[in-house]
């Protein structure tokens, strides 16, 4: 007897045990028919934070996830359309406020996804209700909307949800404006740059562009135009996006949420393979020659294009892109080669001048000697050859050479000069000895001939030196 009554009581606690876990487990999946914040102000309201509450709701989907999120205007009726799409009423459903102000702050997603049978394999279908653009309240402080300039009006929200949506709908109550072109261009832009996927929109673009130029004088067929050609492509499940470090970029203006963000990430390409070919360029050591900057330039700017294809978004902003890169490497590079060119003319004039002073020292030499000279002139022309570099060197070679052909005249003119003065002195000294000192007549006879000699022979040839040296 107490056997079965042990045996009864351990089925008993089973039992309840049982419907314990199964009441645990409806309950569980009874509080995840509500909406969840993933993405919400802070308590100051300056920045978004994660919310832990929707992250944990959405880890507990184990299949492939596609995330259908409804951006536009607040009151435009966002999550009413969501309700519409769950088949939920208005208070069962996302919150849907009657005032002015928001009644969605940040971006929330329903906790029971709809599981959808695609090319056999079950994808759970998130929606995701989203803080509507220049919205009032303390929000405005972390999203830029009421911040727009008039076109290219960005929220971080919008920025967001754009990136982490498989579907984006933009629900507007009223006329398609030229600024929303402009953010639906924007949408299928960041969709190709983060997921490579065919982005599928109604085939009713042709009809609503034919609307559009017909009613609008085809003021805003650029801006479609723009979408036209930015259509990109979504469709398989991408690598997994790191939600906290985009919220983290997104937080600290890392990741614009004003302007065209592929126009803007491309620009900063551009500047980062400007700063990688700066930083070639002023390996090469100004000044150098023509030749090896031509070198440097076609290695700096081959690595800075190299770093553009790896790093740049989107591939018909790519080739405006590369024009602009090319254009402004051409503008850095002339930069370089007036530079290389001053540097050049400020080093070559440094050994011109040295030479020059070179030149006169040996000018004034009290006893000129030609070896002496012609030894100073190889060393000085040896100086600047191997000093002077540059584009510059071409034209201060033609001065270096000017320069040393007249300092060697001059030195040789002044040369014979004085070698002649010296000759005539030594004759008259011969006589003076010959008839004074020795009185010895054949000498004095000797000295006199050579001195008549060097008076002749000057006055016939016109110059003292032509008769010891000529230059040419």
């Given amino acids: 007897m107490g056997w079965w009554r042990a045996r009864a009581t351990a089925v008993l606690a089973a039992v309840l045990w049982l419907l314990a876990a199964a009441a645990a487990g409806d309950a569980d999946a009874g509080d995840l028919e509500r909406a969840f914040p993933i993405i919400e102000p802070d308590y100051g309201h300056t920045k978004l934070r994660l919310s832990k509450e929707g992250l944990e709701a959405i880890q507990r989907i184990k299949t492939p996830i596609a995330a259908v999120s409804v951006i536009g205007p607040y009151r435009s009726g966002k999550s009413f359309l969501l309700n519409q799409l769950l088949s939920l009423s208005c208070d069962k459903g996302f919150g849907v406020g009657h005032m002015r102000d928001t009644k969605t702050k940040g971006i929330w997603v329903w906790g029971t996804p709809i599981e959808v049978d695609i090319d056999g394999s079950i994808v759970s279908v998130l929606y995701l209700d989203t803080e509507g653009f220049e919205s009032v309240g303390k929000s405005n402080v972390y999203d830029d909307s009421n911040k727009c300039i008039k076109f290219f009006a960005y929220g971080r929200i919008f920025a967001l949800a754009t990136v982490l949506s ?6 507007l109550p009223e006329t398609i404006r030229e600024a929303d072109i402009s953010r639906l261009s924007f949408a299928v832009e960041i969709a190709e740059e983060f997921y490579g996927r065919y982005l599928h929109f109604r085939k009713k673009e042709n009809l609503f562009s034919r609307w559009l130029t017909k009613h609008s004088n085809g003021c805003l067929t650029t801006m479609i135009n723009q979408i036209r050609d930015s259509l990109a492509v979504m469709g398989d499940n991408s690598t997994t996006f790191s939600l906290p470090q985009i919220l983290e970029a997104l937080n600290k203006g890392e990741i614009p949420s004003t302007g065209s963000l592929v126009e803007v990430f491309n620009k900063a390409i551009v ?3 400007l700063k990688l070919y700066n930083e070639r360029m002023g390996r090469a050591g100004l000044p150098v020659s023509m030749d090896k900057l031509q070198q440097f330039h076609d290695v700096a700017k081959d690595e800075a294009r190299s770093l553009f294809n790896k790093q740049h978004f989107g591939k018909h902003h790519a080739a405006q892109s590369i024009s602009k890169l090319d254009e402004e490497i051409k503008k850095v590079f002339r930069n370089f080669g007036q530079a290389n060119e ?11 001048s040295e030479c020059e002073d070179k030149m006169e020292h040996l000018q004034v030499l009290k006893l000129p000697s030609m070896a002496k000279f012609d030894a100073g002139f ?3 022309n040896q100086s600047f050859e191997m000093g002077c570099v540059g584009p510059a060197k071409e034209s201060y070679q033609r001065r270096m050479s000017k320069m040393l052909a007249r300092s060697r005249a001059l030195f040789i003119k002044d040369y014979n000069n004085k070698l002649f003065n010296w000759l005539v002195i030594f004759s008259l000294v011969m006589v003076v000895i010959g008839r004074f000192v020795v009185k010895f007549f054949l000498l004095e006879i000797a000295a006199w001939v050579m ?4 008076e002749t022979y000057t006055r016939l040839f ?3 030196e ?5 230059p040419v």
């Fill in 166 to 171: 498989s579907v984006l709908i933009y629900n």
């Fill in 271 to 273: 500047e980062r393979c």
């Fill in 342 to 352: 001053y540097q050049s003319s400020k080093l070559c004039e440094a050994r011109f």
């Fill in 378 to 380: 190889l060393l000085c």
């Fill in 451 to 454: 001195f008549d000699f060097l």
């Fill in 462 to 464: 016109w110059s003292s």
């Fill in 466 to 470: 032509s008769l010891y040296y000529n």
